[in-house]
């Protein structure tokens, strides 16, 4: 036990340092008498009340510092409230972090009228949760124009404990459980290890309730609260931990997104899953080839929806596709609530994680073309053209996907123009119309890949680039992890191409390639989200529309299974660190291609119908050591 509050004392120490820089950095409102300007608008919590001295000093800070949503921080915020919002937000990257969440102090915000617009928001809700959400949402709208600053004269409303669990959930979506199951195991070590081992426990414990006095010391900010931190700092901690969780009790703002579903999918389940499948086909969508054996049977472990899926695979080509494949109302079945809706939030989180991935595709295109009008297609939220404008500042990024998140991606400003419906629809009206199209693991996704990339021809102009990212399902790792390998993702990727088959229908659909890689592209997951899926399957959420209702029994033993199961994930993840850069040279589980269309290049309103008869991959020597590069 001596060990563990050692490495406690150099964890306080640590964090104290990591948080006061943080603290530091926060700016405070400067006092001005000029006006408020007549494009900000403020958004105010229930029990705050804004002064109009406060107004001007955030109006003019927010034009000095160009940042169209502001965030108040009331230089009297409890310490507790203020230390728990700055361990989640480091104001110095906050404002230049495209795909950061949006935080807030939860007492006002200033928002520029514009901003305030495309998201949709007319007005400040009353509930703290939801206040907590709309800066989120505003921060997507202004994702390199928001910041916080302290207001010395704005004084904070009390904290409602009923709410915090709502606020703590918002703000960690569903690690809000396990934030709070650690924050009472910090606080039975720190109490057993002043017990069994007084000297290095009773140090660990000091320090702890010390720690707010390092941290906000000679800072902008001035808690009232702060001397009954000190002093009480560990009970007080165990106490909000426990009436944070009596507040799961209280009632959620609003209607219940999973209740408001259940009718629907229960329709949609009801005659079975038949309907979800087309006719099984007969023949390789590639080479035409009719000897196709089965090659993976798996069920939907990414939302536990019902069905099974089959895999097969070519021996003519070794092209692997689903068949069975998922008909119209299939796709909309299994889509549904996967990447809007229920799952919105979650895919944000995940694809929001960082730009170096969407970095690191459009950095393959810096060093041979600079395109001026780009589609990224199957473009979601935007996520790509927003980060690549950092490398291409002059470019006009426009988007295409099926769904609405292409209009949100729109109302964003991640991209300039957005196009809901079919690549295959739209090309023919834009032909020739761009000079670079993406597909980032989109083609995967498609009916007829063929097809997209005849579409991809017709959009680009004459020595256009086409950048395409899939899974490679070559990758060892697909074979020994079978139906737990991420990449094969079923029910939702229909058709995965090799490198070989990918090659013969860009040649054939009038493009020559420029390079392929597999190593750059390698995403160090393999592990980790194996073991997700497994804890998935194991115990699934339990609130899940197309699933039966869960009583508190299954809650509580979903929550005891996902917390025990941390030191897996870990380990999982510790294996992903350790083995990525061997498997990204060896096995890498996603690879790239670049091709550039032929000039003056095929204009024909229909892809070939015929499939390619010859195995060559029909590539320079310089692409194919390109192929197995090294990172």
Same mark, same amino acid.
């Not at 996907?401 to 991606?409: G, N």
């Not at 007829?448 to 399902?473: C, F, K, M």
């Not at 070939?608 to 197995?628: C, G, H, I, K, W």
């Given at each position: 036990?001596?060990?563990?509050?050692?490495?406690?004392?150099?964890?306080?120490?640590?964090?104290?340092?990591?948080?006061?820089?943080?603290?530091?950095?926060?700016?405070?409102?400067?006092?001005?008498?000029?006006?408020?300007?007549?494009?900000?608008?403020?958004?105010?919590?229930?029990?705050?009340?804004?002064?109009?001295?406060?107004?001007?000093?955030?109006?003019?800070?927010?034009?000095?510092?160009?940042?169209?949503?502001?965030?108040?921080?009331?230089?009297?915020?409890?310490?507790?409230?203020?230390?728990?919002?700055?361990?989640?937000?480091?104001?110095?990257?906050?404002?230049?972090?495209?795909?950061?969440?949006?935080?807030?102090?939860?007492?006002?915000?200033?928002?520029?009228?514009?901003?305030?617009?495309?998201? =949709?928001?007319?007005?400040?809700?009353?509930?703290?949760?939801?206040?907590?959400?709309?800066?989120?949402?505003?921060?997507?709208?202004?994702?390199?124009?928001? @910041?916080?600053?302290?207001?010395?004269?704005?004084?904070?409303?009390?904290?409602?404990?009923?709410?915090?669990?709502?606020?703590?959930?918002?703000?960690? @979506?569903?690690?809000?459980?396990?934030? %709070?199951?650690?924050?009472?195991?910090?606080?039975?070590?720190?109490?057993?290890?002043?017990?069994?081992?007084?000297?290095?426990?009773?140090?660990? %414990?000091?320090?702890?309730?010390?720690?707010?006095?390092?941290?906000?010391?000679?800072?902008?900010?001035?808690?009232?609260?702060?001397?009954?931190?000190?002093?009480?700092?560990?009970?007080?901690?165990?106490?909000?931990?426990?009436?944070?969780? %009596?507040?799961?009790?209280?009632?959620?703002?609003?209607?219940?997104?999973?209740?408001?579903?259940?009718?629907?999918?229960?329709?949609?389940?009801?005659?079975?899953?038949?309907?979800?499948?087309?006719?099984?086909?007969?023949?390789?969508?590639?080479?035409?080839?009719?000897?196709?054996?089965?090659?993976?049977?798996?069920?939907?472990?990414?939302?536990?929806?019902?069905?099974?899926?089959?895999?097969?695979?070519?021996?003519?080509?070794?092209?692997?596709?689903?068949?069975?494949?998922?008909?119209?109302?299939?796709?909309?079945?299994?889509?549904?609530?996967?990447?809007?809706?229920?799952?919105?939030?979650?895919?944000?989180?995940?694809?929001?994680?960082?730009?170096?991935?969407?970095?690191?595709?459009?950095?393959?295109?810096?060093?041979? #073309?600079?395109?001026?009008?780009?589609?990224?297609?199957?473009?979601?939220? =935007?996520?790509?053209?927003?980060?690549?404008?950092?490398?291409?500042?002059?470019?006009?990024?426009?988007?295409?996907?099926?769904?609405?998140?292409?209009?949100?991606?729109?109302?964003?400003?991640?991209?300039?123009?957005?196009?809901?419906?079919?690549?295959?629809?739209? #090309?023919?009206?834009?032909?020739?119309?761009?000079?670079?199209?993406?597909?980032?693991?989109?083609?995967?996704?498609?009916?007829?890949?063929?097809?997209?990339?005849?579409?991809?021809?017709?959009?680009?102009?004459?020595? @256009?680039?086409?950048?395409?990212?899939?899974?490679?399902?070559?990758?060892?790792?697909?074979?020994?992890? =079978?139906?737990?390998?991420?990449?094969?993702?079923?029910?939702?990727?229909?058709?995965?191409?090799?490198?070989?088959?990918?090659?013969?229908?860009?040649?054939?659909?009038?493009?020559?390639?420029?390079?392929?890689?597999?190593?750059?592209?390698?995403?160090?997951?393999?592990?980790?989200?194996?073991?997700?899926?497994?804890?998935?399957?194991?115990?699934?959420?339990?609130?899940?529309?197309?699933?039966?209702?869960?009583?508190?029994?299954y809650r509580a033993w979903h929550r005891a299974v996902w917390t025990a199961s941390m030191p897996l994930y870990? =380990?999982?993840?510790?294996?992903?660190?350790?083995?990525?850069?061997?498997?990204?040279?060896?096995?890498?589980?996603?690879?790239?291609?670049?091709?550039?269309?032929?000039?003056?290049?095929?204009?024909? #309103?229909?892809?070939?119908?015929?499939?390619?008869?010859?195995?060559?991959?029909?590539?320079?020597?310089?692409?194919?050591?390109?192929?197995?590069?090294?990172?």
């Open positions: 036990m001596t060990w563990i509050s050692l490495a406690l004392v150099v964890l306080f120490l640590a964090d104290a340092l990591r948080l006061r820089a943080r603290v530091t950095a926060l700016r405070a409102l400067a006092p001005t008498t000029a006006p408020v300007s007549p494009d900000h608008r403020f958004f105010v919590a229930n029990g705050v009340t804004l002064d109009d001295a406060t107004r001007r000093a955030a109006s003019a800070h927010a034009r000095i510092h160009g940042l169209a949503v502001l965030d108040l921080l009331p230089a009297d915020l409890g310490a507790r409230r203020l230390l728990g919002l700055v361990a989640l937000v480091d104001p110095e990257r906050y404002v230049g972090d495209r795909f950061g969440a949006g935080f807030t102090a939860g007492q006002a915000v200033l928002v520029a009228a514009d901003a305030a617009a495309r998201a =949709g928001i007319d007005e400040a809700p009353s509930d703290p949760a939801l206040f907590v959400r709309m800066v989120a949402r505003l921060k997507r709208h202004a994702c390199t124009g928001t @910041g916080l600053a302290v207001a010395p004269d704005l004084h904070a409303a009390p904290e409602d404990p009923a709410c915090r669990f709502a606020v703590l959930r918002e703000r960690l @979506g569903s690690l809000a459980g396990v934030v %709070l199951v650690i924050q009472a195991l910090l606080m039975a070590l720190l109490g057993y290890g002043a017990f069994a081992a007084p000297r290095a426990g009773l140090v660990a %414990l000091a320090l702890f309730h010390v720690q707010p006095i390092l941290i906000l010391a000679g800072q902008a900010t001035k808690p009232r609260d702060l001397p009954w931190i000190v002093l009480f700092r560990a009970p007080l901690e165990l106490l909000a931990v426990l009436r944070t969780w %009596l507040g799961r009790a209280s009632p959620a703002a609003g209607l219940d997104p999973v209740e408001t579903r259940r009718a629907a999918y229960e329709e949609l389940i009801r005659g079975g899953t038949d309907r979800f499948f087309e006719p099984r086909a007969e023949r390789c969508i590639v080479c035409g080839g009719g000897d196709l054996v089965p090659h993976l049977h798996t069920t939907d472990l990414l939302q536990q929806k019902p069905g099974t899926f089959t895999l097969e695979r070519c021996r003519g080509c070794d092209h692997v596709f689903q068949n069975p494949r998922l008909s119209l109302a299939g796709l909309d079945f299994y889509y549904r609530d996967f990447y809007d809706g229920l799952g919105e939030d979650g895919l944000e989180a995940i694809f929001g994680y960082s730009t170096e991935p969407y970095l690191s595709r459009a950095r393959l295109l810096a060093g041979t #073309a600079r395109p001026r009008r780009w589609l990224d297609v199957g473009c979601g939220h =935007g996520h790509f053209s927003c980060a690549a404008r950092e490398l291409f500042p002059e470019a006009r990024f426009d988007g295409l996907d099926l769904s609405e998140s292409v209009e949100e991606a729109a109302r964003r400003g991640w991209i300039d123009q957005g196009h809901r419906g079919l690549f295959t629809d739209l #090309a023919p009206r834009v032909a020739g119309a761009y000079d670079a199209v993406t597909m980032s693991h989109y083609l995967e996704h498609t009916l007829d890949p063929r097809a997209e990339i005849h579409a991809a021809a017709l959009a680009l102009s004459p020595g @256009g680039t086409l950048l395409i990212e899939v899974p490679d399902p070559e990758c060892v790792m697909g074979r020994v992890m =079978g139906r737990w390998w991420l990449p094969w993702f079923q029910p939702q990727h229909l058709h995965l191409l090799s490198t070989r088959n990918l090659a013969r229908i860009l040649r054939d659909e009038g493009f020559h390639a420029v390079s392929f890689q597999r190593a750059e592209a390698h995403q160090q997951v393999d592990f980790s989200l194996a073991a997700m899926l497994l804890l998935g399957w194991i115990a699934p959420p339990p609130d899940q529309p197309w699933r039966p209702r869960r009583g508190a029994l870990l =380990g999982a993840r510790l294996a992903d660190w350790a083995l990525g850069p061997v498997l990204r040279r060896v096995a890498s589980n996603t690879y790239r291609a670049v091709a550039r269309r032929d000039a003056p290049g095929r204009t024909d #309103a229909a892809p070939r119908s015929e499939p390619s008869t010859s195995n060559s991959l029909d590539l320079a020597p310089a692409m194919l050591v390109a192929t197995r590069s090294a990172s």
